[in-house]
């Protein structure tokens, strides 16, 4: 079974092998900590700088938009909420990701991108199979594993297809 210390490991694995990035051109892929600690980082960006310093940012302006997002009237925090700040062709986009109840962030910082709604559609898409990634191999070793079959005696098998060989 996986934890989260091995999610930059997972993390890796399910950008190189399952998730296609093939859409997100001009931009750069960060998952981040709720504590802003970068466990991924696709920089595609022709500029240089700090992945943490990325990651802490990242962390911060999502917890800050949570505490605004709290004085909205009828609004809870079990909704789906993205963030972005963003023109018509450059931005910055960020979406939480629930791993067992751990809550983590995908951004994407992007520019000269002709179709800015189908990037933050690929990058919800991606959220979500991360999420069922998570999912996938983190399930407990004792369900995969378990043998239904595991104190059947001769007798009962010869009797389970008794029935189906008449």
Known sequence: MFSLENLPKLAHEFFSEVADLSQLTNS???????????????????SEFDDASVGALLGGVWQAARAMASFIPNS???????????????????????????EVYLGLIYFNEVNPGMVK???????????????????KPEVQDSNLFNNITDEEMDNLFASTIQ
């Open 121 to 139: 559609a690929k990058l919800r898409e991606i959220s979500w199979r991360l999420s069922e990634f998570w999912t996938m191999v983190n399930i």
């Open 28 to 46: 750069s892929l960060f998952l981040c900590r709720s504590d802003g600690v970068p466990l991924y980082v696709k920089n595609e960006l022709n």
């Open 76 to 102: 809870s925090m079990e909704e789906e909420y993205r963030l972005s700040f963003d023109t018509s062709d450059k931005g910055i986009y960020i979406v939480p990701v629930d791993l067992d109840g751990e």
